[in-house]
């Protein structure tokens, strides 16, 4: 599969720093005609530049994060995940119409609603579904699709074909990686188009990430800073990057101490 070829490619390169064309044929046993049109790629992305005879990783560029297990990333940065959670959850209110994306961070959001009489939860998030059992004031619309463990997720073209029938006021979105030079990206290629169609088919846009996501690459980019409203994170990022956020009109709110 090419894509998963490139995101190897583009890992080996992080990894390495510096990279001969001969040296990432032979890897990855393909003509130089075919890297060269993987590296065109690359070179969009942000994350790689062209040198003579090779290519070396652009300075502020770091290795893709893996796509690990759903379990082993719900315990990674615990306290902050849910202090992100229930800042995003102050932003809900009465009656709204709100899509909760997948992910270890978006899915405590539903524990911090009870204070509402009722709200409407579009997902396809299992953990999603699980906790609003627990929360009758949630009316639960749940994305029909196929079952991704790694994500405990829905996917599949039945979810965005469900997702394009609702309006819906507030998207709040997790992601694997964020930086200036990729976007807002995932590492999930089934994930990607329900994230995109959330974004078009919302009012309001809230990205989700704990400071772990920042200034990292992944897969794909299914966003760009300036189509949220708000970054939700514990930790300000760097001025450079919050300087590009104002500029874009993305603002930055950080989750406060328990």
């Known amino acids: 599969m090419r894509i998963s070829r490139i995101d190897q490619l583009e890992q080996y390169i992080l990894e390495h720093r510096t990279a001969s064309i001969d040296t990432l044929c032979e890897e990855f046993k393909i003509s130089k005609n075919t890297l060269r049109r993987d590296l065109e790629i690359l070179v969009a992305r942000g994350t790689v530049e062209k040198v003579y005879g090779g290519v070396i990783a652009c300075e502020n560029a770091t290795p893709i994060p893996n796509l690990v297990t759903f379990h082993e990333r719900t315990g990674r940065n615990a306290q902050s995940k849910q202090k992100i959670a229930a800042l995003a959850a102050s932003f809900v209110r009465e009656r709204d119409i709100i899509f909760i994306d997948s992910g270890t961070t978006t899915m405590s959001i539903v524990d911090h609603l009870a204070h509402l009489s009722t ?36 996917v599949g073209s039945s979810c965005v074909e469900y997702l394009e029938d609702y309006n819906i006021v507030r998207a709040f979105m997790a992601c694997t990686a964020i930086s200036l030079q990729a976007g807002v990206c995932n590492a999930s290629t089934e994930e ?4 995109k169609t959330a974004l078009k088919k919302s009012q309001k846009h809230y990205l989700l990430a704990d400071s772990s996501k920042f200034g990292r690459t992944s897969l794909m980019t299914f966003g760009e800073i300036g189509q949220f409203d708000c970054i939700l994170t514990e930790q300000m990022p760097d001025d450079e990057f919050s300087s590009y956020c104002k500029d874009q009109d993305c603002a930055i709110q950080i989750a406060p101490e328990s």
């Open 119 to 154: 709200v409407t939860v579009i997902t396809n998030s299992l953990q999603v579904i699980n906790k609003s059992m627990n929360y009758p004031n949630i009316n639960l619309i749940v994305l029909p699709g196929s079952l991704k463990r790694d994500t405990a997720s829905l």
């Open 192 to 195: 990607y188009i329900i994230k």
